[in-house]
C-alpha cells in the first residue's frame, strides 16, 4: 500500500477495534507483526528465482563476455 508523506494514516477496522477494547498499542503491535511473518516465503522465493535468472543469463552469455573482456585487454595493451 502507498502511503503519502504527511498525511496521518487512518486505522484499519481491526486497529480500531484494537484500541478501543482497551487492548492498546501492545496488542496492535503484537498483531501486526505476526501478520507480516507470512511474506517472507514469498520475498525468499524471489530472491531465489531472480539468482537462478542471474545464473542462467550468464552461463548463456559467459562466452561472449570473456571475449568482449579479452578484446579490450589485448587493446589496451598494444
Known amino acids: 500500500m502507498y502511503v503519502q508523506k504527511n498525511q496521518?494514516?487512518?486505522p484499519s477496522c481491526d486497529e480500531r477495534r484494537d484500541l478501543e477494547?482497551?487492548?492498546?498499542?501492545?496488542?496492535?503491535l503484537t498483531?501486526?507483526?505476526t501478520e507480516e511473518r507470512g511474506d517472507v516465503p514469498g520475498w525468499v522465493m524471489i530472491t531465489l528465482?531472480?539468482?537462478v535468472l542471474v545464473a542462467g543469463l550468464l552461463?548463456?552469455?559467459?562466452?561472449?563476455?570473456?571475449?568482449?573482456f579479452?578484446?579490450?585487454?589485448d587493446q589496451v595493451s598494444r
Do not use: F, K, Y
Request: glycine share 10%.
Open 49 to 51: 528465482m531472480s539468482a
Open 59 to 68: 552461463a548463456i552469455a559467459q562466452p561472449a563476455l570473456q571475449g568482449l
Open 31 to 33: 498483531r501486526l507483526h
Open 8 to 10: 496521518p494514516q487512518t
Open 21 to 28: 477494547h482497551g487492548r492498546g498499542p501492545a496488542a496492535l
Open 70 to 73: 579479452s578484446d579490450a585487454i
